[in-house]
């Protein structure tokens, strides 16, 4: 867990192909029936093993949101205060259990300036413990500029 | 075998592009915290005002998929939300046949403003996409959604998109 708040990265510290910090969460059952009650999805397939099965799953399955959420923090812990995520999203290709960890990681894909934004594409997803790409996804975040903030100074 | 016949009827195909009913909802401190807590993350942005206060944000925001729980707090006089929670916010007009399994395909978020505790967001969903494959196992009906998400000022807060999967097993023989 990072401290808070976490070191500020800067569009300059950024190479394409870089991976940046990995975040691994833990979802436990327990996990699972907070984020029901958080977010309000109910569905049974998260939280009654019996009702899973029943769906054919092997078990219960970690909500495919919840794992949106922990993307997003890769991101926001990522970013800093002085960053932003501008987007970002994610398919739910593969089922994750609880008690599995589950690693959320990302690699840069693309460095560029755009409107005056400094602004970085990555290739984000999230991983089993098996090393599957469960959750692919990608991301657009603005970061803040060294060279823009000096400039800005002398300005 | 009769040649399988699709499952997306006209009037399903009808309600691709049309807007549902705006829904608002204010946006609670504590309903922030709780899902910050849910989803284990300890950022205080999300839930310490002393901490947000001296940060760019000038005060506690919400996490980037907090809007995934504002579709669910709502469920407003003849919602059926709390009894189908898949996907985010649809219109129930256009939803699949009955039958099948939901399944969640993934969301994309775009944000433009920060959310915080008070706000009012309205958000507006529309099916984006419909589309049918059959497999060897059954078909499957997979919808996208496209919800816009703006605040008391009127300014656009974020899109998301959601993708949502109804599976329908055929019969094993």
């Known amino acids: 867990m990072p401290d808070y708040p976490p070191k500020q990265v800067y569009w300059e510290d950024v190479s394409e192909g870089m991976e940046i910090p990995k975040l691994v969460k833990h979802p436990t059952p327990q996990s699972l029936v907070r984020y029901a009650g958080a977010s309000g999805d109910f569905n049974v397939i998260h939280y009654n093993e019996t009702l899973a099965k029943a769906q054919r799953l092997p078990g219960i399955i970690v909500h495919g949101a919840l794992k949106n959420a922990y993307l997003g923090q890769l991101l926001t812990d990522w970013v800093g205060l002085h960053g932003r995520v501008r987007k970002y999203g994610a398919q739910y290709r593969g089922m994750d259990f609880p008690d599995d960890d589950l690693a959320c990681r990302g690699l840069v894909t693309r460095k560029y300036e755009e409107g005056g934004e400094f602004l970085v594409d990555l290739e984000i997803w999230t991983e089993n413990p098996s090393g599957e790409k469960t959750s692919p996804g990608f991301a657009t975040v603005a970061l803040p500029s060294r060279k823009a903030l000096a400039a800005q100074l002398q300005g | ?173």
């Open chain 2, 1 to 173: 075998m009769a040649q399988t016949e699709s499952m997306i009827s006209e009037e399903m195909r009808a309600e691709i592009g049309v807007e549902g009913a705006p829904r608002s909802f204010v946006i609670e401190a504590g309903h922030i915290r709780h899902f910050a807590t849910a989803i284990e993350d300890a950022n205080p942005i999300y839930a310490d005002e002393a901490y947000a206060r001296n940060t760019p944000y000038g005060g506690v925001i919400a996490p980037p998929t907090f809007f995934r729980a504002t579709g669910y707090a709502l469920p407003g006089p003849g919602s059926r939300r709390a009894a189908a929670p898949q996907g985010p916010p649809a219109r129930q007009a256009g939803g699949p046949p009955a039958g099948g399994t939901g399944l969640d395909g993934g969301s994309e978020w775009e944000f433009f403003k920060p959310v915080r505790p008070g706000d009012v967001i309205t958000a507006v969903s529309k099916l984006v996409d419909l589309q049918e494959r059959q497999g060897r196992a059954g078909a499957m009906i997979i919808r996208r959604t496209e919800t816009v998400y703006t605040n008391q000022l009127g300014e656009l807060v974020a899109k998301g998109w959601g993708t949502s999967l109804t599976q329908y097993r055929r019969e094993q023989a």
